[in-house]
């Protein structure tokens, strides 16, 4: 089609002046698609058209205007009036459809041609416009940097995706809102709200930098690092507003400063390690000529008390710098194993509850769904005890110390995005967060940190430090180990099923929480009756299985059922007690004989879980 000829839909009631413009449009060439007399008829007939010429004034309930504002709803096409009323009020009307055109009975032959070609035209014009639209739309909304659009009173016009993802806010709650309403910057530094950047980049002209110590707090309160732009946007020398774009960057500075604080720590480490190596050798020195000197002067020479406190002070250095020697060659004793972060805290509940004292309000939250850790055992435990002896000592005067653990999935680059966490929160007093993690000294206290920051390090996990209500919070992050699925009977409803041990050998409790929470259970450990009732009490949850000696199973499963009525019980029997002719039975009863294995042991708790789960299952069929 071109502007020359086109197909035209008249909609006019009166018959001789709708006969009169069809021949008109015949004669220039253009060919008339219907001549209709109501709105009706018009949306019947306007999908064959490319124009639409239209009397205001038509038969029927629904005038003109009216018809014409549901023909460029539905088809999208151009329309031009035609009227002997040129009023005001009509005209306004006529405008909000959006016509292309309005020509004044008694039409002229010119003018009609005239107000086609320029209605198609513009027409055309539109929906180049239309589509420049939409695809800047699509494009804006598809990039992966947030993006806000402002007019000159900083006024929020549009946002996209990304920015609707760090702000909180939809496009359809922010637009008309003020910028700084939306986009809440805060100066780190000094924690005051942040300039509206809008008029200071319309008045400079050019794109400008968003300041860096500027901080993003989302509407569900995140806390966000950005970096961005504000550009102004202009048409023919005349500010129209501006367009912001922005990213958050706080997962990359968090990386890059563990990695700065990695590279301190192993150049003071290094450091460490070469500077014992030569003290060595000095204090070497001194120890043997001070046994030389001791064994050439008397039991009772003046200078012998001078000798000793010389050997006293070599003997002192010699244990600095196996300090040293140890903080710059961690490497070497490392010993991982796959284990749980949960497992590890629960082990050490007791010691860190006798750490801590009565001044501490102590509350230690391990996740039974955190993952497993592939990490030497010894090292984590004294990563943990160091944090706690440090925290613990913040708060002489008495404070709070929150213990957690669970899960997190971090967008990084690395490979291993999926992390265990371990959490420790205090209200102590730090005294530059920034440097917690430096080597102050080469004594005990003064490496505790710089120790544990090496051992994550050592580990290819994380450490950091943030402020936090009143205190501080230490947040280590630790490479989640590939995990086999959970066993089907140790979920239920969505919970890790947990099991109860009572034994009074810690070493056999620890062995069995290992494998137990690495094959998905969630393992309590009593050492005895006691314990076990004071366990069913707080445990939060179902308690799901109890293993336990069969003479204490007796005493303690009727309590224990009050608070938890689906547990099941596991007693554990000598073989000599049942008997030889007995032990064909095992199998078909809630009891395992000793000796037995890990692997039996668990075996038979999760047939029993099993059965349970069918048993629950068949009941709830039957009930419906």
Known sequence: ???????????????????????????????????????????????GADIVLMDIRIDGPVDGIEAAARIRERYHLPVIFLTAHADRPTIDRAKLTGAFGYLVKP????????????????????????EREALLRTTLGSVADAVVVTDHLSRVLMLNRAAENLTGWTHAEAEGQPVLRVLRLVDVESGEPAEDPVPLAILKDEALPLDRSWQLISRDGRQLMIEGSASPVKASGIALGTVLTFRDVSARLWEEKQLRQAQKVDAAGRLAAHVAEEYSSLLATIRNQSEQLLRQVGEYSPSRQAIEAIQESAAAAEVLTRRLTMFGTRQATMQPE??????????????IESVAGAGIELAISPSPLAGKVRVDAAQLEQAIMNLVLHSCALMQEGGQLLIETGNADLPRTASVASYVTLTITHTGREPDLEKLFEPASIGDDGLALAMVHAIVAEHGGYISAQPASGGCRFEMLLPRAAETPLPAESVEAGNVASVLLVDDRERV?????????????????????????????????????????????????PALRKNHPGLQVLRIVELAEKGLKHASQEDLTGEIHRPFTQAALLEKASRLLRNRAVGEASSAAISS
């Not at 039409?107 to 239309?130: D, F, G, P, V, W």
């Not at 284990?339 to 007791?350: A, D, E, N, T, Y």
């Open 1 to 47: 089609m071109d502007n020359k000829s086109c197909r035209v839909l008249v909609v006019e009631d009166e018959g001789l002046i709708a006969h009169d413009i069809s021949t008109r449009l015949t004669a220039l060439g253009h060919e008339v698609v219907a001549s209709v007399g109501t709105a009706a008829e018009a949306l019947e007939k306007a999908a």
């Open 107 to 130: 039409i002229a032959h010119a003018s009609l041609n005239t107000a086609i070609e320029i209605a198609l035209y513009k027409h055309q014009m539109e929906r180049k416009l239309e």
């Open 338 to 351: 796959v284990l749980s972060v949960s497992g590890v805290l629960r082990r050490m509940s007791k010691l």
């Open 509 to 557: 409790r620890a062995q069995l929480h290992n494998f137990f929470e690495a094959e998905g259970y969630n393992l309590l450990e009593a050492v005895d009756d006691q314990e076990a009732l004071a366990l069913g009490e707080v445990h939060e949850g179902s308690l799901d299985l109890l293993v336990v000696e069969a003479e204490v199973a007796d005493r303690i499963a």
